[in-house]
């Protein structure tokens, strides 16, 4: 009886324990983190132990330097046990990282998944330039129309023949229009975001803004004008009544 009892309580716990490895890396391995583009943006180690020797940051392409501190010329820099701030960020931020931590016998790894945004205000007519077509971008997306439309892809470009896009990763709308206002979604190859940016019309050049400062303009200069004349006229009575008054003596 006892002997079923433990199978039974073994099976259980091994059940749990296929269980548990079945969910775990099924769990999103990232850690989400958003920052403004221009601003900074912590990466979290949330490691209590003094016993860190050594971080190490890197992306998919790349090994990325980490200051030991602030002082240091880099924009990136550890903070505390091993939290790693990035200053002044770039849309090319966006993306994957992670983080090696070593410790005297041990090493960890964390996951980040880094997305950057922006918010921008634009005149009608102006260039609009976006430097949003990083190497890990696959497609960018934007509900300018009221619904989700797809303006670029990395395999066939822009779609649209308002926009061009330049070796340098410039998404580029060459003359803004007011109905080019809304979000525009940069997405990596699994349609993950990687950067949004908030496009607002901003106040302009519309002739019917630049009116009233030519006509306030104009009507200073009148007021001057009128005030200066009306000046010089009660002048002008003045010393003719003060020669008749003299004259008079
Ligand atoms: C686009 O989507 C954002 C949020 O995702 C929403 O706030 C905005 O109103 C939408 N704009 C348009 C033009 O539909």
């Not at 190490?56 to 701030?85: A, W």
């Not at 797809?150 to 007011?178: A, C, P, Y």
């Not at 007021?223 to 002008?236: D, K, P, Q």
């Amino acid at each position: 009886m006892s002997k079923c009892l433990n199978l039974l309580l073994l099976l259980l716990l091994m059940f749990c324990l296929v269980y548990q490895s079945e969910i775990l890396p099924a769990e999103n391995p990232f850690i989400s983190v958003s920052g403004k583009k221009r601003g900074n943006i912590r990466l979290r180690c949330e490691h209590e132990d003094d016993n860190i020797v050594h971080i190490e940051l890197f992306t998919r392409s790349r090994v990325i330097n980490v200051c030991e501190t602030e002082e240091c010329r880099g924009r990136v820099f550890k903070e505390g046990n091993c939290d790693v701030v990035i200053k002044n960020l770039f849309f090319s931020d966006a993306g994957k990282y992670t983080l090696r931590i070593y410790y005297n016998n041990d090493q960890t790894e964390l996951k980040y998944r880094l997305h950057i945004h922006d918010e921008i205000s634009v005149k009608t007519g102006e260039e609009l330039k976006m430097s949003v077509l990083v190497s890990d971008a696959d497609k960018v997306k934007t509900n300018s129309s009221g619904e989700w439309k797809e303006i670029w892809t990395r395999d066939h470009g822009v779609q649209s023949d308002r926009m061009n896009d330049d070796n340098d990763g410039n998404l580029i709308i060459k003359s803004f229009l007011d109905s080019d206002a809304g979000t525009y979604r940069v997405l990596d190859t699994e349609g993950e975001i990687l950067i949004t940016v908030t496009i607002t019309a901003g106040e302009n050049t519309d002739p019917h803004h630049s009116a009233p400062k030519l006509w306030s303009w104009v009507e200073t200069f009148l007021f001057g004008f009128v005030t200066s004349v009306f000046f010089a006229y009660i002048v002008i009575i003045a010393v003719q009544f003060l020669l008749i008054f003299a004259g008079r003596i």
